[in-house]
């Protein structure tokens, strides 16, 4: 898979060092002759350019590519070479870092973006993930589909610990897609029995029933 990266600072370098590893190529851009530290990713190609330009752009071989990835320290920027790698080059799915959680709304398909990342979100998520043990955590949302991805904890006194996976009835447009387990990830079969303190990994469409996927993995308080 061919990756163009719109920002090499430490979250670009990053990202391309992962995707490096596992065997994809890579071209970082950036405008900034202090972020080429080429040496510290020295297996992709480097681009010293204003990604924001065509002629950046068609240099660094977007047209080609199959993701382009728009890390910039800035929302602006990261919005506009989106909207250009979408509309001027086809791109099939471009990745958006969102900097300032009050500009995500802008962050969808009219703008170019297939997915954004937010980090405060995705950080929020993973503090309240854990802590909330029994509640519904969003961890992401695919902006284009809808869909989010939930992280739930099952508490001991779940009505589904000790229920094999094949026998829970799960409301319409959702999946389970993962169940850890103390360090270890589980692809659940139907034959997998749920335990307490299981961390759930769900996917749920944009028409989810949300309220009956929590009355179904937590059991409701008591009425006093």
């Known amino acids: ?66 993701v382009i990835v728009a890390a910039t320290g800035d929302d602006k920027v990261n919005l506009v070479v989106s909207l250009l790698a979408k509309t001027e080059y086809g791109v099939p799915r471009t990745v958006a870092r969102v900097n300032n959680p009050k500009n995500e709304w802008m962050f969808d398909e009219a703008w170019g973006v297939d997915v954004a990342v937010s980090t405060p979100r995705i950080m929020t998520a993973m503090v309240e993930e854990a802590v909330a043990v029994g509640d519904l955590v969003k961890i992401f949302t695919f902006h284009q589909s809808g869909a989010e991805i939930l992280e739930l904890t099952l508490p001991e006194d779940a009505p589904l610990v000790g229920v094999r996976v094949g026998q829970v009835v799960w409301p319409p447009d959702t999946v389970l897609a993962a169940i850890v387990r103390g360090p270890r990830p589980i692809a659940p079969s139907p034959d997998d029995t749920l335990e307490a303190g299981d961390e759930l990994l769900i996917v749920a469409g944009s028409q989810a029933d949300l309220p009956a996927l929590h009355e179904l993995l937590v059991k409701p308080p008591a009425a006093t």
């Open 1 to 66: 898979m061919k990756v163009v990266i719109a920002g090499a600072g430490s979250v670009g370098r990053s990202i391309a060092t992962e995707l490096l590893a596992n065997d994809h190529e890579v071209t970082l851009v950036d405008k900034q002759p202090s972020a080429m530290r080429v040496a510290s990713v020295a297996d992709a190609e480097w681009l010293l350019a204003d990604a924001c330009e065509l002629s950046t752009l068609t240099q660094a071989k977007v047209d080609e590519c199959d």
